[in-house]
């Protein structure tokens, strides 16, 4: 199915997000100068090519298989290296939160308005010091940072992450991880991510 679109409404594109972690859209102008989206690559035209992450909070990303997606051990290494360090989170943790959050993306920004590599609402980049939260030596540290709150609040790795998720009151509230889909589903993908770059690291 292709699907043009004449104004810059990207939003719409959220739908093509299916089985890859992030949908790919293609941009092009056609010989009338009129601007398209499409996720069928075009033959024989210069085109820009976009992508859009598979955030936490969409559940369209249950159809990808977590034990099967490409890892990425070696970006941000020594950043993640420093605040595994400073924090005393696992590096595997911390990559795991990232993949499942933004899928590496610097410049991710979820439609509930968390931002950058860890996926940090604003409220807690203002009480973590964060000044640029799409700059990964600020947005990496601070997130492991958070990571370390929740760790000394509950001691318990699926009420860690479930709280990154749904915020450490829902957890307290339900006395254990919230009866949400979105945090069940994230616990379930940041699980299977986190054993994996476990082993993989």
């Excluded at 699907?3 to 790919?24: D, E, H």
Aim: hydrophobic share 40%; aromatic share 8%.
């Amino acid at each position: 199915m292709e699907i043009k679109l004449i104004s810059l409404m990207v939003l719409l594109l959220a739908g093509f997000l299916s089985a890859n972690l992030s949908a790919q859209v293609y941009k092009y102008t056609d010989k009338n100068g009129i601007i398209n989206y499409t996720n069928v690559k075009p033959p024989g035209r210069t085109v820009t090519t976009l992508k859009f992450p598979c955030y936490a909070s969409d559940m369209k990303c249950r159809q990808i298989s977590w034990e099967k997606v490409k890892l990425n051990t070696s970006l941000y290494a020594g950043i993640i290296d420093r605040a595994a360090v400073k924090s005393t989170v696992e590096p595997a943790l911390i990559r795991a939160i990232i993949h499942a959050e933004s899928a590496f993306n610097p410049e991710a920004e979820s439609p509930k308005g968390a931002q950058g590599l860890m996926q940090l609402m604003p409220f807690n980049q203002e009480r973590l010091g964060i000044d640029n939260p799409f700059l990964p030596e600020q947005n990496i540290p601070g997130g492991a940072a958070h990571l370390a709150e929740l760790k000394a609040q509950f001691n318990d790795l699926d009420l860690v992450v479930a709280a990154y998720n749904a915020g450490a009151g829902a957890v307290k509230k339900y006395d254990g991880v919230p009866p949400y889909d979105e945090t069940r589903e994230y616990l379930r993908r940041v699980k299977i991510l986190y054993r994996r770059y476990g082993q993989a690291l």
